[in-house]
């Protein structure tokens, strides 16, 4: 099995609302992500895929979430005023842990990958929100 690599990053600001501690006020992150797909084979150029493809595949997620407010959906009216001064704010049916964000950028990847590659599996996506802490989703 060959594996094949790729670090992003981005900064965003989130709320866990069903946080007890600290965390249940809003607060920023420079994320880091990893993802990894693999294969196993090589394609016709001795890669799992060009960096740059998993690049384009990826992106778009990143840019929506960078410098972004990420919310829970029951956040959303108190949040409205920001929102109409043209702040980014994203909301879903659930807190914006890393584990769910990682969640959902891998099935994010897997769709593109499923439809672009015949021959490649998303591994995994690992999100860290500082150096010490980190989720990692993938489907076992």
């Known amino acids: 099995m060959f594996y094949l690599k790729r670090h992003f990053t981005f900064a965003g600001g989130h709320r866990l609302s069903k946080h007890k501690g600290l965390c249940k006020n809003f607060h920023g992150h420079n994320y880091d992500v990893w993802i990894t797909v693999r294969s196993k084979e090589l394609n016709k150029n001795d890669m799992v895929m060009d960096f740059g493809d998993l690049k384009n595949i990826v992106n778009p997620f990143i840019d929506a979430f960078d410098h972004c407010l990420l ?70």
């Open 71 to 140: 919310v829970n959906e029951c956040d959303e009216d108190d949040l409205k005023i920001f929102e109409d001064k043209g702040m980014r704010i994203l909301s879903f049916d659930f807190d914006p842990t890393a584990e769910k964000m990682a969640e959902e950028l891998y099935k994010h990847t897997k769709k593109i990958v499923t439809i672009r590659y015949t021959n490649i599996e998303v591994d995994q996506i690992e999100i860290f929100e500082n150096v010490k802490s980190s989720a990692i989703y993938r489907e076992d």
